[in-house]
T-cell receptor
Framework: KQEVTQIPAALSVPEGENLVLNCSFTDSAIYNLQWFRQDPGKGLTSLLL?????REQTSGRLNASLDKSSGRSTLYIAASQPGDSATYLCAVRGNAGNMLTFGGGTRLMVKP | KAGVTQTPRYLIKTRGQQVTLSCSPISGHRSVSWYQQTPGQGLQFLFE???????NKGNFPGRFSGRQFSNSRSEMNVSTLELGDSALYLC???????????????FGAGSRLTVL
């Protein structure tokens, strides 16, 4: 059974800092890994998707890497801004169907 | 292209009642998945439907059920509501993303259920 863990559970940083969020998973037989953002009381916004054959994806100030063999992914946020404050969720999809297994999330606060 | 639409957005029920939530996927998407999000358990997979057939099911009691119609719209039903069913219920539809070709899940805004 796939298990996904995110560290840290919460993070508070001053504006402008570069930061790294970590995600680990127990079963390396994945189809892809997705990073989401969730604002309080809202749904999920997809940030980056990495296919199992890829090593990283970039979008603006965000960069996600994937090391399937070690069961790890990182989300790098450059030059953080107060608008980045949200919960960031990592989810892995197995090879059967569209079921995602989510980590517990990292709650990020960027202080002005 | 319209996103994933969930209705109702908010609802309040009492214990023992039943509830039906609706999800309209992105046009052309044939797969719809449902997730429950609670502060204690996080996001958990409920079930997935593809072309009107349940393809995967999570570890939830039989009080939780769903269905998908020929136009890909999906509904989920929870019978005999319990206090612990209070949660944000999220629906996601899945289809090919162009130009990458990747199969991407897009989530709706959710239906927030409160059971009193």
């Amino acid at each position: 059974k796939q298990e996904v863990t995110q560290i840290p559970a919460a993070l508070s940083v001053p504006e402008g800092e570069n930061l790294v969020l970590n995600c680990s998973f127990t079963d390396s037989a994945i189809y892809n890994l997705q990073w989401f953002r969730q604002d309080p009381g809202k749904g999920l916004t997809s940030l980056l998707l990495i296919q199992s054959s890829q090593r990283e994806q970039t979008s603006g100030r965000l960069n996600a890497s994937l090391d399937k063999s070690s069961g790890r992914s990182t989300l790098y946020i450059a030059a953080s801004q107060p608008g980045d404050s949200a919960t960031y969720l990592c989810a892995v999809r197995g090879n059967a169907g569209n079921m995602l297994t989510f980590g517990g999330g990292t709650r990020l606060m960027v202080k002005p | 292209k319209a996103g994933v639409t969930q209705t109702p957005r908010y609802l309040i029920k009492t214990r023992g009642q039943q509830v039906t939530l609706s999800c309209s996927p992105i046009s052309g998407h044939r797969s719809v998945s449902w997730y429950q999000q609670t502060p204690g358990q996080g996001l958990q997979f409920l079930f997935e439907y593809f072309s009107e057939t349940q393809r995967n099911k999570g570890n939830f009691p039989g009080r939780f059920s769903g269905r998908q119609f020929s136009n890909s719209r999906s509904e989920m039903n929870v019978s005999t509501l319990e206090l612990g069913d209070s949660a944000l219920y999220l629906c996601a539809s899945s289809g090919r993303h162009y130009p990458s070709g990747a199969n991407v899940l897009t989530f709706g805004a959710g239906s927030r259920l409160t059971v009193l």
